[in-house]
């Protein structure tokens, strides 16, 4: 069988260009508009000392890059990755603004993260390195300006880090003013219920109400998952009460298969033992990189990193719909291949914007000192991101466009009403 050529490093950046520039043409956006939201506002990089358990100091990297704000405080996850740099961040962030401008809710888009490996650090190394990189980036986060989230190898237990540390750089009398500085807490630390799940379960909803649309019975249909962290693992987990058979995974472990079908939740419980990871369940077979691309199912989830659909890997699919929990991971070329064989894209900043929205409740519920119950929470959040899939169908059938121009264009349009109606200062 033919071998996938290796990766070739892609600039992200570059991809959200194209994407914008395709959506700002169509829709005419004014030219001085477009020169605005083109650029990121701000870019903190920042190089930090950290002790080691072996005594010895190592210096990281971080960044902390805010794309817009015009609608509200910047707002976006923080990555823990050995590829993170600066343009994978711009991107990151550009990608938050227009998620947030489709779901409605008040915020802007920023990104972060750190560039290393933190499966290779103690857990004990991995809190000093949070709290550090919390207090090299100080007042440049803050509850009603930026409020960071998780994302690839963060966690609650790293919000609840941040948290702590914020609240020691306050004077006393603000510090229980601040619990709403970062979203995704643990639930005892001020989190919300079901923000742990929410990408997962708003990946969940686009899939259901494209189901519906389509007279697509999801009892008897099967999907493959690629990555099995928080949104690979909530995604499939909830599916599997939709009915829908899960057939192959792939993580970065390896990739595995039981045409037979993989319960989820075992799958989970499996992974749980072994730092999160898939390879070696014994209820499936491994199988490589292709094969697993070239799995024949309904639905295809990527839910790992960008750039993993492309013109080398799009042709393999053989699939009907491509519910894209990760942020990027289909490249232009892979649009434009997916589009060709009539495969269906559910773009990222419609289809993964649960974790954003339940976001924006936990920050709500902080500043209110409230604390909704399961259901509403997740009835709010049905609510907000299928207006959103109608907003984005709507505008595509309209503009007969893909979604993911019409994603951008629903966003475009709010953001440039917004500057039109306040103007430029001075
Ligand atoms: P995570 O760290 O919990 O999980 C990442 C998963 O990807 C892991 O299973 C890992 O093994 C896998 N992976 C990494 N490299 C891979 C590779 N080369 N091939 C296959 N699998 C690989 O991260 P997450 O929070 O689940 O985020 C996953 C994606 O979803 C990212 O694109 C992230 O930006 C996006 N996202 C996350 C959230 C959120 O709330 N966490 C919200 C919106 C979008």
Redesign the pocket.
């Known amino acids: 069988m033919k071998k996938i050529p290796p990766q070739k490093r892609k600039n992200i950046y570059e991809n959200v260009n194209k994407q914008f520039n395709k959506a700002s043409d169509l829709m005419k956006l004014d030219a001085n508009i477009k020169k605005i939201l083109n650029t990121t506002l701000n870019e903190i990089t920042v190089h930090f000392p950290v002790r080691m358990d072996n005594d010895q100091i190592e210096i990281f990297t971080g960044y902390r890059v805010q794309h817009n704000n015009v609608l509200g405080p910047f707002k976006g996850?923080l990555?823990y990755h050995q590829s993170v740099n600066i343009d994978e961040v711009r991107a990151?962030a550009s990608w938050m603004t227009i998620k947030c401008a489709i779901a409605d809710i008040p915020f802007g888009g920023a990104k972060g993260g750190i560039k290393f490996n933190p499966s290779k650090y103690s857990k004990n190394e991995l809190e000093r390195v949070t709290r550090r990189f919390t207090f090299a980036l100080g007042s440049t986060i803050g509850p009603e300006y930026d409020i960071p989230?998780?994302?690839?190898?963060t966690s609650p237990q790293i919000m609840a880090w941040i948290l702590d540390t914020y609240i020691q750089m306050m004077p006393p009398l603000e510090r229980k003013r601040c619990l709403h500085v970062v979203t995704?807490k643990p639930v005892e630390a001020g989190g919300s219920l079901g923000r742990n799940k929410?990408?997962g379960q708003g990946v969940v909803f686009t899939i259901e109400e494209w189901a519906k649309e389509n007279k697509f019975d999801l009892k008897k249909s099967t999907y493959i998952v690629?990555?099995?962290?928080?949104?690979?693992s909530w995604t499939s987990r909830l599916m599997k009460s939709c009915g829908s058979k899960l057939t192959a995974a792939?993580?970065?472990?390896g990739a595995i298969t039981n045409p037979k079908g993989i319960d989820p939740d075992d799958l989970f419980a499996y992974a749980q033992k072994k730092n999160?990871?898939i390879a070696g369940y014994p209820k499936a077979d491994a199988i490589d990189k292709e094969v697993f691309l070239r799995t024949k199912a309904d639905i295809f989830i990527p839910?790992?990193?960008?750039n993993q659909i492309t013109s080398e890997t799009a042709p393999l699919l053989n699939v009907k719909l491509v519910a894209e929990?990760?942020?990027g991971p289909t490249d232009p070329e892979g649009d434009m291949i997916l589009k060709k064989r009539g495969i269906h894209v559910i773009p990222d900043v419609l289809c993964?914007s649960g974790?954003a929205i339940v976001s924006y409740f936990e920050w709500l519920q902080n500043k209110r000192s409230e604390f909704w119950e399961l259901e509403e929470v997740d009835s709010k959040l049905r609510k907000k991101i299928i207006t959103a899939y109608y907003k984005v169908k709507n505008k595509a059938k309209e503009l007969k466009t893909d979604w993911r121009t019409a994603a951008y264009i629903v966003a475009l349009s709010r953001l440039e009403i917004v500057y039109k109606d306040r103007g430029i200062f001075p």
């Open positions: 996850g990555r990151l989230a998780p994302d690839v190898n995704g929410a990408t690629q990555g099995f962290g928080n949104v690979g792939e993580d970065v472990s999160g990871l839910a790992a990193l960008e929990g990760a942020n993964n974790g």
